[in-house]
């Protein structure tokens, strides 16, 4: 008679699993309510739905955080006695990161600088072009080369998310009239 192990789920996978539940919920909140920034009431004034280039630039924090998070969710997942990455898919995955984190870093002070928005749109236009190029090419390619597949799903859903908020940032700025397509 075989004896069967108890099935549990790891930690790490509940955790994993919870981001990406959690990132797609936030996704699809801010898809229904069709802006990503509130201003919140204060005193007599009411709340109000964000600017174009206050959702905008909530959309880039979005993208920075979800970036930060592929980042470490690698870095997880390749320590430890056994990781979950080999070598070169961590490496792929990390220099994508790298060159979104090195766009954004050029496209947050853009984005901050209102009163010139139209005269930045080209630099604008093309570094959010990079980041969707970056992580669209291994959106694309679909195999990451990751192992276990709750960190495949969560590295892959972080990744599509940063390419979903690049988008977003773009369609925001040109859908407001703040930047030409």
């Known amino acids: 008679m075989k004896i069967q192990r108890a099935r549990y789920i790891k930690r790490k996978h509940l955790e994993a699993a919870m981001i990406v539940c959690w990132s797609i919920?936030?996704?699809?909140?801010?898809?229904?309510?069709?802006?990503?920034?509130?201003?919140?009431?204060?005193?007599?004034v009411p709340g109000r739905s964000g600017t174009p280039i206050e959702n905008a630039?909530?959309?880039?924090?979005s993208l920075a955080e979800a970036n930060k998070t592929i980042a470490?969710?690698?870095i997880d997942a390749s320590?430890?006695?056994a990781p979950m990455i080999p070598?070169?898919?961590a490496n792929r995955i990390l220099i994508m990161q790298s060159k979104v984190a090195d766009a954004d870093r050029n496209l947050t002070p853009l984005l901050s600088d209102v009163g010139n928005l139209q005269k930045n749109a080209a630099r604008i236009s093309s570094l959010l072009d990079d980041i969707r190029g970056a992580a669209g090419t291994l959106v694309s390619s679909g195999d990451l080369g990751i192992?276990?597949?709750?960190t495949q799903k969560k590295i892959a859903a972080g990744i599509s998310n940063v390419y979903n908020l690049a988008d977003a940032i773009i369609n925001t700025l040109v859908g407001g009239g703040l930047i030409a397509k």
């Open 25 to 44: 919920f936030i996704l699809l909140l801010m898809s229904l309510q069709g802006c990503a920034a509130k201003v919140p009431a204060s005193g007599a």
């Open 57 to 61: 630039l909530a959309y880039n924090a």
């Open 72 to 74: 470490q969710a690698v």
């Open 147 to 150: 192992k276990d597949a709750a």
């Open 87 to 89: 070598v070169d898919s």
């Open 79 to 81: 320590s430890g006695a």
